[in-house]
T-cell receptor, first 113, second 111 residues
Framework: DGGITQSPKYLFRKEGQNVTLSCEQN?????MYWYRQDPGQGLRLIYY???????QKGDIAEGYSVSREKKESFPLTVTSAQKNPTAFYLC????????????FGPGTRLTVT | QKEVEQNSGPLSVPEGAIASLNCTYS??????FFWYRQYSGKSPELIMF????GDKEDGRFTAQLNKASQYVSLLIRDSQPSDSATYLC???????????FGSGTQLTVLP
């Protein structure tokens, strides 16, 4: 089955700890994205990558870091510098090359206490 | 002014009626427009996209684009309770390489 997987589905961490969220896709898509969604809110772009070994900051990149070492994988690290990390994190991918339809993974719900 | 605006709702329609969801955008150079459906607690699912002025139909869904007036609409015919969800509008602005999402409209279809 082609698709996007995110793990884990739920994640609990103590304040001050870094945490890495996984995102993998087997759609052969060039572009990948990370969004954050807070209750009752829309999606806010954290980082995106159009190609391997290259990525750009989105609207709310502070306190987050990413890497894109493989086409299939785009992990997001939520660092201790992120002031309000509790949120629903969504990974998406698109074919790129002029195609902008994004397809989403199931999401990771992160709770930091 | 927000780049992509949607009425937050909630919008309630009776089962079998037409639900009309609207979205306006600020960048006149926007090229591509998308509608996503998001059930509570789940991730967004792409249901329609439209690039050209006019209507695009897919089953019970119709997307309408009017670039002169800078709005895009989604019509859901014969609404079902299973259509109850939040609908997100997304726009690719002219020079951008990513989408900008509206905050969504919550739709409830009453049995």
């Amino acid at each position: 089955d082609g698709g996007i997987t995110q793990s884990p589905k739920y994640l609990f961490r103590k304040e001050g700890q870094n945490v890495t969220l996984s995102c993998e896709q087997n759609l052969n898509h060039d572009a990948m994205y990370w969004y954050r969604q807070d209750p009752g809110q829309g999606l806010r772009l954290i980082y995106y990558s159009q190609i391997v070994n290259d990525f750009q900051k989105g609207d709310i990149a502070e306190g987050y870091s990413v890497s894109r070492e493989k086409k299939e994988s785009f992990p997001l690290t939520v660092t201790s510098a992120q002031k309000n990390p509790t949120a629903f994190y969504l990974c998406a991918s698109s074919r790129g090359q002029g195609s902008y339809e994004q397809y989403f993974g199931p999401g990771t719900r992160l709770t930091v206490t | 002014q927000k780049e992509v605006e949607q009425n937050s709702g909630p919008l309630s329609v009776p089962e079998g009626a037409i639900a009309s969801l609207n979205c306006t955008y600020s960048d006149r150079g926007s090229q591509s427009f998308f509608w996503y459906r998001q059930y509570s607690g789940k991730s967004p699912e792409l249901i329609m996209f439209i690039y050209s002025n006019g209507d695009k139909e897919d089953g019970r869904f119709t997307a309408q684009l009017n670039k002169a007036s800078q709005y895009v609409s989604l019509l859901i015919r014969d609404s079902q309770p299973s259509d109850s969800a939040t609908y997100l509008c997304a726009v690719k602005a002219g020079s951008a390489r990513q989408l900008t999402f509206g905050s969504g409209t919550q739709l409830t279809v009453l049995p």
